[in-house]
């Protein structure tokens, strides 16, 4: 089964936002501050690849072969939380989820390879802000 994709980022952000607090609560995660600014940020990667094109219409990128459903946004953030929590310093940091959202965009290593580190460079590299993100992720994949 499919489940239809949120129709704003702001329902997205919002229920994988409850998700993980509810999912961190039931495997019993220690309390790590759930950074907003994570979860849009992983929200927003997702639904610019799944569109083809960046939030505020100004770059087409390309589509990787995966989903990229709220559910897999959900289980990044919640192993960045792991993460933060038993490797980390208590907050979830772009390094905590940089491993996951790869993992989550490149289903098969040459085209989606291509489409994510596209991504990286065209759009994240660029974005203000987005700094410590665009360099875990480019850790994670070198």
């Given at each position: 089964?499919?489940?239809?994709?949120?129709?704003?980022?702001?329902?997205?952000?919002?229920?994988?936002?409850?998700?993980?607090?509810?999912?961190?609560?039931?495997?019993e995660?220690?309390?790590?501050?759930?950074?907003?600014?994570?979860?849009?940020?992983?929200?927003?990667?997702?639904?610019?690849?799944?569109?083809?094109?960046?939030?505020?219409a100004?770059?087409?990128?390309?589509?990787?072969?995966?989903?990229?459903?709220?559910?897999?946004?959900?289980?990044?953030?919640?192993?960045?939380?792991?993460?933060?929590?038993?490797?980390?310093?208590?907050?979830?940091?772009?390094a905590?989820?940089?491993?996951?959202?790869?993992?989550?965009v490149?289903?098969?290593?040459?085209?989606?390879g291509?489409?994510?580190?596209?991504?990286?460079?065209?759009?994240?590299?660029?974005?203000?802000?987005?700094?410590?993100?665009?360099?875990?992720?480019?850790?994670?994949?070198?």
């Open positions: 089964m499919v489940l239809p994709v949120p129709d704003s980022a702001e329902d997205e952000v919002r229920i994988v936002t409850q998700r993980v607090e509810q999912l961190g609560r039931s495997l995660l220690p309390e790590v501050p759930t950074s907003l600014t994570e979860i849009q940020r992983v929200v927003t990667v997702f639904r610019e690849l799944r569109s083809g094109v960046t939030e505020d100004s770059t087409k990128v390309k589509s990787p072969s995966g989903t990229l459903s709220t559910a897999e946004a959900i289980s990044v953030i919640t192993n960045g939380i792991a993460l933060a929590a038993h490797f980390g310093d208590g907050q979830l940091r772009p905590d989820v940089a491993a996951g959202i790869q993992g989550a490149v289903q098969d290593r040459v085209s989606d291509v489409v994510w580190r596209e991504y990286l460079e065209t759009v994240a590299r660029e974005r203000d802000g987005w700094g410590d993100f665009y360099r875990a992720c480019r850790e994670v994949g070198a």
